[in-house]
C-alpha cells in the first residue's frame, strides 16, 4: 500500500482522479509515495509518483470521453467542454512533460542528486519521467480514434489499466506499466535512497522544511550546485497532517515534541499560499510560544521554494509570491480577544448569547489554528466557532492532554459545537527528546498522574486522552540528577555546569534554558540566587518570565541563557534544560497536584538533548528523583561485586 498525501482525497477531485487514487494507494509498493495535486513551483500536476526503483513520475489526469475528443495534434487539441464549447488545449502528455522537466530543472541544482563528472554530469542520478490517465476511456477507445498518432501508448495508462473491478485488472501489470513510463531504463545505481527522496521533499515542498546547513554552492564546469547537509525534514505523516486541508475542522493531538507547533506553522504556511486572499488566525496560550509561532510563520512565509533562490545565487526568483504581504494574525488568545473584541475572558459569557442575537459584530477569519488546544476553555473554542467562516469551515486544533496545567473539562461537540469526528488524528512520536528523555519522563508521568487509567495506546482518537510517546532512534547521556547542600550550592552548580556545556560540547548559551517552579519565598529569591551566579561566571542570561513585557520580548536566537518558570516554557525547546528546585513540586499552595505533575513532565520534554534536575530536599518530586538515585548507586555497588 502506497503512501498517500494528503491521506484521503479532496471532495473537488473528479470521479476519475478519486478511482486512481485509490488504485495507486492499494496496489503500488509500500515505499512508494503518492502526491495528489501538489503544487510545484506554482504549478499543479495531477499526480506526482516517487519510488526508489521507480524514481519520480508525474501523471496528467484526464476524465475525457469519446464526445470530448473533436481534433487531435501532436501539440493542441480541440475539445468539447462540459458546457458544449469547443476549447483548445494543451496534448495533455505535453503537459505533463512540461511538469516534469520543471521539477528536473529545478532538482539538478542540488549536487546530492546530479551525477558528477563523467558522460552523465549534470543529469539526474535517477529517473523522471510523465504520462497520461485517461480514466474514462478504454483500450478500445484508443484503437478507435487512434489516439497512438498523438500519444505513445507507452506513455499512457487507461480505464482497463487503473480500474480493479475491471477483469482482467493485475495490480502488477499497472506497475510495470508506470515503470516504463520513461526513456531510460533503469540501473541499480538509480534506486533512490532514504536521503535522495527526503532531498527531493525537501526541494519540492517547502511546507516540510525544518532546518538545513547552506553551503557555498559551488561552480562545475561551469554549473551552480546547491549544497545542502545535516538535511531536517517533516517525516510523511507530519507532512500528511499538513497538507491535510479538508473542508471541515480538524483535531491533532499529539505527545509532546511530536511537531505540532510544526505542523500548525506549516499549515498556516500553505493555507497563506493557496488563497493568498484569506484572512488566518493563529492562536496559542502562551506569550512565548506565540512568539516562536510568529517567528517561524514569518520565516516560512519569506522562505523562496527554490532554495537556490535563497543563495542568493541566482538573479530571479521562481516564485513571485515570497515576500509579499500575507494575511496571518498570530497572538495569544487573550491577545487577540482584547485587541479584536476589547473585552477580557470574563466577558465571553455575557458576549456569547449577544452573539446569537445578532446584536454585535465579529470580525471573520477564513481560517483558525489553534496550538496549546488543550488550555482553551469551551466557552474560548464556541466564541472561535463564531468568528469563522462558515463557508470554509477550516479551523485546526492541535492539543496533547498531558500538558494541560488547566484540567479544563471540555467536550469539544457538545461544549462548543465544533464536531471534530472522522478528521481527527493522533502524533505518538516524539521527535525533539533523546530515547533517554522521553523515557525518563514518560516513567515520572506514568508514576504520579491520576490519569494514568485515560492513557491510550493505538491510532484512533475516539475516547483517547492521554497519549504515550514513542521515543525515536536518537540517543543521548541519561538525564542528572544533583542533590545539594542549599540553593545557593544548587545555583553555583547549575551556572558551572552551563559553563562547562558552553566550552566543551559547545552548546549555544541560546540554546540552554534554566526552569524553576517558584520565583522566591518570604525570605529568598531563587532567581536572583541563579542570576548571580551566572553574573559571576558571566554568562549572559536573559530572565523571560520576569513581566509580560519581558515575555512579549522573548528572542529563541538572541545569544542568552532563558530563565524561565515551567509554564512560560510551553512549546518552547532547547538542546540543554536545568530544572532546579525540584523540592518546590507539587507546590504547597496548590490543590491541584495533577497540575503539578503535567508542569514537571512539561519542563522535562522541553530538553533536547540534555536533561539536569537539582534539588536540595529530598521533598515532593525530589523525593521520586532521590529514590531514582539510590537506586542506581545499589545497582552500580551489585554490579562491583
Known amino acids: ?67 470530448t475528443l473533436y481534433e487531435l495534434t501532436p501539440d493542441k487539441w480541440r475539445i468539447m467542454n462540459t458546457a458544449g464549447v469547443l476549447d483548445t488545449v494543451d496534448n495533455p502528455l505535453s503537459q505533463a512533460c512540461d511538469y516534469a522537466f520543471k521539477i528536473a530543472n529545478k532538482l539538478k541544482k542540488d549536487k546530492s542528486l546530479v551525477q558528477i563528472g563523467g558522460s552523465y554530469h549534470g543529469k539526474l542520478k535517477f529517473r523522471y ?30 480505464r482497463d489499466d487503473i480500474d480493479t473491478e475491471a477483469d482482467g485488472f493485475d495490480g502488477t501489470v499497472l506497475l510495470e506499466r508506470m515503470l516504463n513510463m520513461f526513456n531510460v531504463p533503469f540501473h541499480r545505481n538509480q534506486l533512490l535512497s532514504e536521503d535522495d527522496v527526503k532531498a527531493i521533499r525537501y526541494h519540492l515542498f517547502p511546507e516540510v522544511r525544518i532546518s538545513a546547513e547552506f553551503k557555498q554552492p559551488a561552480h562545475y564546469d561551469d554549473q551552480l550546485l546547491l549544497s545542502l547537509h545535516n538535511l531536517q525534514a517533516m517525516d510523511l505523516h507530519q507532512e500528511s497532517l499538513a497538507r ?55 520565516k516560512m512565509m ?49 458576549l456569547l448569547p449577544k452573539i446569537d442575537r445578532g446584536e454585535t459584530i465579529l ?4 481560517a483558525i489554528l489553534i496550538d496549546e488546544g488543550q488550555d482553551f476553555g469551551p466557552e474560548w473554542l464556541e466564541l472561535l466557532s463564531k468568528v469563522l467562516n462558515p463557508e470554509t469551515q477550516s479551523l485546526l486544533l492541535v492539543e496533547d492532554k498531558a500538558q494541560n496545567i488547566f484540567r479544563r473539562k471540555t467536550s469539544l461537540s457538545s461544549s462548543t459545537g465544533l464536531d471534530f469526528r472522522g478528521r481527527s488524528k493522533i502524533l505518538s512520536i516524539n521527535y525533539r527528546n533523546t530515547s533517554q528523555i522521553v523515557n525518563f519522563a514518560w516513567d515520572f508521568y506514568r508514576t504520579h498522574s491520576a490519569l494514568k487509567d485515560r492513557v491510550k495506546e493505538g491510532t ?23 542533590q545539594c547542600g542549599s540553593f545557593n550550592e544548587e545555583a553555583a552548580w547549575v551556572a558551572a555546569a552551563i559553563r562547562k556545556l558552553h566550552a566543551e560540547k559547545k552548546v549555544p548559551y541560546s540554546d540552554i534554558a534554566i526552569l524553576y517552579r517558584v520565583r522566591n519565598n518570604y525570605s529568598y529569591s531563587y532567581v536572583d540566587r541563579l542570576r548571580k551566579e551566572l553574573e559571576r561566571l558571566e554568562i549572559p542570561h536573559d530572565w523571560i518570565a520576569e513581566n509580560t513585557a519581558s515575555k512579549r520580548a522573548y528572542d529563541r536566537n538572541a545569544e542568552t541563557v532563558k530563565l524561565s518558570t515551567i509554564d512560560s516554557s510551553k512549546g518552547l525547546d532547547f538542546k540543554a534544560v536545568f530544572i532546579v528546585n525540584v523540592e518546590s513540586m507539587p507546590f504547597k499552595l496548590e490543590e491541584n497536584v495533577e497540575r503539578e505533575v503535567s508542569l514537571f513532565y512539561i519542563g522535562m520534554t522541553r530538553a533536547m538533548d540534555w536533561l539536569f534536575l537539582s534539588y536540595s530536599k529530598a521533598e515532593g518530586f525530589a523525593g521520586w528523583l532521590d529514590g531514582l538515585k539510590e537506586k542506581t548507586i545499589f545497582m552500580k555497588k551489585l554490579q562491583e561485586k
Not at 29 to 39: A, L
Open 460 to 482: 484512533s482518537i475516539e475516547g483517547v486522552e492521554i497519549i504515550p510517546p514513542q521515543s525515536t532512534k536518537r540517543k543521548g547521556p541519561e538525564p542528572i540528577i544533583k
Open 129 to 158: 519521467g510523465f504520462g497520461v490517465v485517461f480514466t474514462r476511456m478504454r483500450e478500445t477507445h484508443i484503437v478507435k480514434h487512434q489516439l497512438h498518432r498523438v500519444i505513445d501508448p507507452q506513455f499512457l495508462l487507461t
Open 302 to 350: 519569506e522562505e523562496p521554494e527554490d532554495l537556490f533562490d535563497f543563495a542568493n545565487m541566482s538573479g530571479s526568483q521562481e516564485d513571485d509570491s515570497v515576500g509579499k504581504k500575507h494575511h496571518i494574525e498570530t497572538a495569544t488568545f487573550h491577545e487577540w480577544l482584547w485587541n479584536a473584541l476589547k473585552i477580557r475572558d470574563d466577558g465571553i459569557d455575557k
Open 244 to 298: 491535510q486541508i479538508g473542508d471541515k475542522n480538524r483535531l491533532i493531538r499529539g505527545v509532546a515534541g511530536s511537531g505540532k507547533t510544526l505542523i500548525l506553522s506549516a499549515r498556516a504556511r500553505l493555507l497563506a499560499k493557496e488563497h493568498p486572499e484569506w484572512k488566518i488566525l493563529v492562536l496559542c496560550y502562551g506569550i512565548p510560544l506565540s512568539r516562536v509561532l510568529k517567528s517561524m510563520i514569518e
Open 1 to 67: 500500500m502506497a503512501y498517500m498525501i494528503p491521506e484521503t482525497i479532496p471532495k473537488k477531485a473528479t470521479a476519475g482522479e478519486r478511482l486512481l487514487f485509490h488504485t495507486l494507494r492499494e496496489h503500488l509498493p509500500d515505499d512508494y509515495i503518492v502526491y495528489y495535486e501538489p503544487r510545484i513551483a506554482g504549478r499543479r500536476p495531477d499526480y506526482v509518483v516517487i519510488g526508489p526503483d521507480l524514481g519520480l513520475l508525474v501523471l496528467e489526469v484526464k476524465d475525457y470521453t469519446e464526445s
Open 363 to 366: 470580525p471573520k477569519y477564513d
